[in-house]
């Protein structure tokens, strides 16, 4: 078979060859098999949800990295809670932003009501005390809104309810993360507020290994068992027995949110691995990602989480950045039968700098130049380094045509096309 390699650098020429800058960036180790598939949890703060006693503190607020001595003032996020003749608008976020908390009731031909400090289902026009409770019929589902991406989910909740008519509390929680019952309180009464007399936080995990977005609350215990979903405004309420809560001081109804994220294994500093997945319709045919050394840390490497998948319609790799500074050379060995290649003008790739779920390709670029194995990027229009450039380009005819294979450094979760 005839053979034909030609280097090509893009726009930006490279001062030295990219064989010599792979040797003096990284130690190469043969390639292994990827480690096997693992799932990395991670704590994302907290979600508090107010109810009373005042009109003002009606919100949802989520604290990113809350401190153990709690401020409910240094939230990072607030989400309003819009109320007219006690009956709850559509909860929106500060100047529009995404929701933190989505309030859901059933029937859905209700609407949801708030009243004496305590969400439930409002069946009648008016505040009556009946439109802040949540009926043996009916339930109201939390969930996380749109503030968070599909990686964030819920695996502690420390619900404020008030109970009435002896209930217990029925929880649902969703992703199969199981179900159950609270004991609550004894109260009977179902006349004026008690104040915390009638109230307790109870402590809802997954039953199941699986994390979970929403949960479902209603009453059970008998057919005239009522329960409020509440925030705090009643008072402090005791906690169930053998509990306590994640932040002292917190009177609030309270989420804990964690960030879940699988990965297709770990890389060490200077190991490389192949594509864990190759679909048979994507843009190459093979690749390999190796690990540099930290740009950050002084301490000894440690092992990072990453992905490296040649998908459907692009090649895929993102890694878990624990502020290391980790760096990474990817390869890719592009399929000749997906774009024609002139070998004299070989086609530019186009890069997805971040896979934020909008796409956003660019043409992608050289690097400029190394210096002492660091690899110097091109700066955008604001002067900021491009977090992706080619380093190094060969072409060679196959039988089905000639194939463009690329080399890249950078650092972030890239797509290339």
């Not at 949802?60 to 401020?71: G, H, K, L, T, V």
């Not at 026009?125 to 964030?152: E, M, P, R, V, Y």
């Not at 068992?225 to 994640?246: F, T």
């Not at 440690?302 to 890694?319: A, N």
Request: hydrophobic fraction near 35%; glycine fraction near 12%.
């Amino acid at each position: 078979m005839a053979v034909l390699t030609r280097r090509h650098y893009g726009r930006i020429g490279l001062l030295v060859l990219a064989a010599v800058l792979l040797i003096a960036m990284l130690v190469f180790i043969p390639a292994t098999d990827a480690s096997d598939g693992i799932t990395v949890k991670a704590d994302a703060g907290v979600v508090l949800l107010s109810t009373g006693p005042n009109a003002s503190d009606n919100w949802i607020r989520y604290y990113e990295n809350p401190s153990a001595s709690f401020d409910t003032s240094a939230y990072d996020q607030q989400q309003f809670i819009n109320v007219h003749r006690c009956k709850v608008t559509t909860p929106t976020g500060a100047s529009g932003e995404a929701s933190l908390l989505a309030i859901a009731e059933s029937p859905s031909s209700k609407a949801i009501g708030l009243v004496s400090n305590g969400f439930g289902v409002r069946t009648k026009n008016n505040c009556a005390t009946s439109n802040g409770q949540i009926g043996t019929s009916q339930s109201l589902t939390f969930s996380l809104g749109g503030f968070f991406d599909s990686t964030h989910a819920i695996d502690r909740i420390e619900v404020d309810v008030e109970g009435k008519q002896n209930a217990q509390l029925a929880y649902t929680l969703n992703n199969g993360a199981g179900s159950g019952t609270k004991t609550i309180n004894s109260a009977s009464d179902n006349g004026a507020d008690s104040g915390i007399g009638d109230n307790v936080v109870a402590v809802i995990t997954g039953n199941t290994a699986e994390l979970f977005t929403s949960v479902t609350f209603s009453p059970t215990g008998n057919d005239k068992a009522l329960v409020s979903i509440e925030g705090g405004g009643d008072g402090a309420a005791p906690i169930e027995a053998g509990e306590s809560r994640l932040y002292s001081g917190v009177s609030q109804t309270l989420f804990h949110i964690v960030t879940s994220q699988d990965f297709d294994g770990d890389l060490l500093c200077g190991e490389d691995r192949g594509p864990t997945s190759v679909d048979a319709d994507g843009p190459a045919l093979d690749g390999l990602v190796s690990r540099g050394t930290d740009l950050k840390s002084t301490d000894p490497c440690e092992r990072v989480p990453y992905i490296f998948q040649i998908q459907d319609d692009s090649v895929y790799f993102d890694y878990l950045d624990s502020g290391e500074g980790a760096q990474f050379i990817v390869r890719i060995d592009w399929d000749p039968n997906d774009v024609p290649v002139d070998p004299i003008s070989p086609p530019v790739r186009q890069i997805d700098y971040t896979d934020d779920g909008v796409e956003n390709y660019v043409d992608g670029v050289a690097c400029v130049s190394v210096s002492g194995g660091v690899y110097v990027h091109p700066t955008d229009g604001g002067g900021n380094d491009i977090p992706w450039c080619l380093i190094d380009h060969d072409i060679s005819l196959t039988p089905d045509g000639w194939q463009q294979i690329q080399w890249w450094h950078g650092q972030g979760d890239p797509r290339w096309k």
